[in-house]
């Protein structure tokens, strides 16, 4: 079963507005990273929020976690077309042996030019 | 080689038939995983190597098997293919520590005939 899982499925925004992508999940972590797919390529990190930060920004992405929800959102400020995607939130779980990852089914967001 | 390739780049196979996908990193990276991509099902883990000479299973682990034998290389190979493993795969690779992100390949497309 899938640790998390993305909200809107998909999205289609005008170039310049704000993208919002939301992401839960079931059990604690020790933290939750986002990933960005373009199609037929393979997955590209973009950032890392640790179980213990509330925030985190990087250009025009900004990040939030919230524990006792078990959420997250991820905002893309000032969108491009080149933005246009696919989002995956994914869970690095306690006690995780393998360091492994669990991935949501992800948000495809398509932006206007 | 920079980072972490994959070949073939796509393949299509007869049902019953033996397949080796290739994965290989020059980052010296001591954890890698096997993924599989299915639409609307995010990735899911086939198998992991927290570092060379071990393996674990993941998340959907029938049907495939994996070798370590050094840093660079994880072959993941499917015994007798069958349809429902008709999929995109990727290989991932992760320094060591825990709050670090997965760096991925571009992916194998598999059809399974």
């Known amino acids: 079963s899938q640790q998390g899982e993305e909200d809107p499925q998909a999205l289609s925004i005008q170039e310049g507005e704000n993208a919002t992508m939301n992401c839960s999940y079931k059990?604690?972590?020790?933290?939750l990273q986002w990933y960005r797919q373009n199609s037929g390529r393979g997955l590209v990190h973009l950032i890392l929020i640790r179980s213990n930060e509330r925030e985190k920004h990087s250009g025009r992405l900004r990040v939030t976690l919230d524990t006792s929800k078990k959420s997250s959102s991820l905002l893309i400020t000032a969108s491009r077309a080149a933005d246009t995607a696919s989002y995956f939130c994914?869970?690095?779980?306690?006690?995780?042996?393998?360091?492994?990852?669990?991935f949501g089914g992800g948000t495809r967001l398509m932006v206007k030019p | 080689i920079a980072g972490i390739t994959q070949a073939p780049t796509s393949q299509i196979l007869a049902a019953g038939r033996r397949m080796t996908l290739r994965c290989t990193q020059d980052m010296r990276h001591n954890a890698m995983y096997w993924y599989r991509q299915d639409l609307g099902l995010g990735l899911r883990l086939i198998h992991y190597s927290n570092t060379a000479g071990t393996t674990g299973k993941g998340e959907v682990p029938d049907g495939y098997s994996v070798s370590r034998a050094n840093t660079d290389d994880f072959p993941l190979t499917l015994a007798s293919a069958v349809p429902s493993q008709t999929s995109v795969y990727f290989c991932?690779?992760?320094?060591?520590?825990?709050?670090?992100?997965?760096?991925f390949g571009p992916g194998t497309r598999l059809t399974v005939l």
């Open positions: 991932a690779s992760k320094p060591h520590g825990t709050h670090n992100e997965q760096f």
């Open positions: 059990t604690s972590i020790n933290n």
């Open positions: 994914a869970t690095a779980r306690l006690n995780n042996a393998g360091n492994m990852l669990t």
